[in-house]
């Protein structure tokens, strides 16, 4: 693709709304993924070329081993905010519980067994 071509795609990408740029962006993100998953042919022949078996070994241990997964809330978000999954940080000092709110009192049975009943 020439680089006119790919200006025009990106202008072309200026014309759409917020949902359709997220779901075109899912879409790129889901074939770069099933990309990465399939050697290129240069990698097939470099592969082939390889001379000892303790080389692929280590490939392939280095390929199938995962990325560290994250273990807390925090560490969640930093990957998330690194990966570009969120585009910053929630603010957790906006996140409290008003003491001015007050509880609805409904009538009759509670309002989860409600709404169980009436999805069935």
Do not use: W
């Not at 006119?4 to 790129?28: G, H």
């Not at 290129?40 to 080389?55: L, N, P, S, Y």
């Amino acid at each position: 693709m020439t680089r006119t071509d790919f200006n025009d795609l990106l202008k072309s990408v200026d014309t759409l709304s917020p949902d359709q740029m997220r779901r075109l962006l899912r879409a790129l993100e889901s074939r770069v993924a099933t990309t990465a998953k399939r050697p290129a042919r240069a990698d097939v022949r470099h592969e082939a070329a390889e001379k000892t078996t303790g080389q692929r070994a280590k490939r392939a241990e280095a390929a199938t081993q995962e990325p560290k997964k994250p273990t807390t809330e925090a560490e969640l978000l930093q990957y998330m905010l690194a990966t570009g999954r969120i585009s910053q940080l929630p603010d957790t000092a906006a996140d409290f519980d008003d003491p001015d709110d007050q509880l609805i009192e409904i009538k009759g049975e509670p309002l989860s067994e409600t709404i169980i009943r009436e999805r069935r």
